[in-house]
């Protein structure tokens, strides 16, 4: 079975720095990958999601995604945050091989960012 | 359109007490899955639905938890003789049908606290 690691549980930034949130994966068969994001008082929200093709994935706001085979992440990363992206963070894998469908996710980062 | 709602969103009850738990999944979605949300051990998946039939019951944590479906639409989590270690946000997704690339939409929650 898969197992999801995050590996930092804080991450403070501040407004229009860079960040990268890491996620890594133990998985030797082919995986889906996804990014959830969940802001104070809010359900989950899907942000970017790698199924096949393309590495590279982005989300609407500013966010992207690399599907790394060989190191087995999935890191999250955003070039200039705003203070709007405060928010738990969490990165999520479904194994193709597994016999079900529920997503197997890791422990979340939460994400601060101060002016 | 409607998201996947959740009632009641909280509730406190004494240890010992069955509470149930309702999830509304967006309409025309086949899928339904219960994932529980507690300090240190993130997000745990309990139970999926595909129609009215749950295939995969494995993360369900004790013969107290129980799930149903009906009509294909609402679910009901069941949580009998509850314990302090049952304290948790439980949360309800669902997606259009059961395949792994399909996005699962979350609700808002349910946060239990069982004193």
């Known amino acids: 079975a898969q197992s999801v690691t995050q590996l930092d549980s804080q991450v403070p930034v501040f407004e229009e720095a860079p960040v990268e949130l890491r996620c890594n994966y133990s998985?030797?068969?082919?995986?889906?990958l996804f990014w959830y994001v969940q802001y104070p008082n809010q359900g989950l929200q899907l942000l970017l999601k790698y199924l096949s093709g393309s590495t590279l994935v982005e989300s609407i706001n500013g966010f992207e995604a690399e599907f790394n085979k060989s190191q087995t992440s999935f890191h999250l990363r955003k070039p200039s945050v705003h203070i709007s992206d405060t928010a738990e963070y969490f990165c999520?894998?479904?194994?193709?091989?597994?016999?079900?469908?529920?997503?197997?996710f890791g422990k979340g980062t939460s994400l601060l960012v101060t002016p | 359109g409607a998201g996947v709602s959740q009632s009641p969103s909280n509730k406190v009850t004494e240890k010992g007490k069955d509470v149930e738990l309702r999830c509304d999944p967006i309409s025309g979605h086949t899928a339904l899955y219960w994932y529980r949300q507690s300090l240190g051990q993130g997000l745990e998946f309990l139970i999926y639905?595909?129609?009215?039939?749950?295939?995969?019951k494995s993360g369900l944590p004790s013969d107290r938890f129980s799930a149903e479906r009906t009509g294909g639409s609402v679910s009901t989590l069941t949580i009998q003789r509850t314990q302090q270690e049952d304290s948790a946000v439980y949360l309800c997704a669902s997606s259009l049908a059961t395949v792994r690339t399909d996005t699962q939409y979350f609700g808002p929650g349910t946060r239990l606290t069982v004193l």
């Open positions: 999520a894998v479904s194994e193709v091989a597994n016999s079900g469908y529920a997503l197997n």
């Open positions: 639905f595909q129609g009215n039939s749950a295939p995969d």
């Open positions: 998985s030797s068969v082919s995986v889906y």
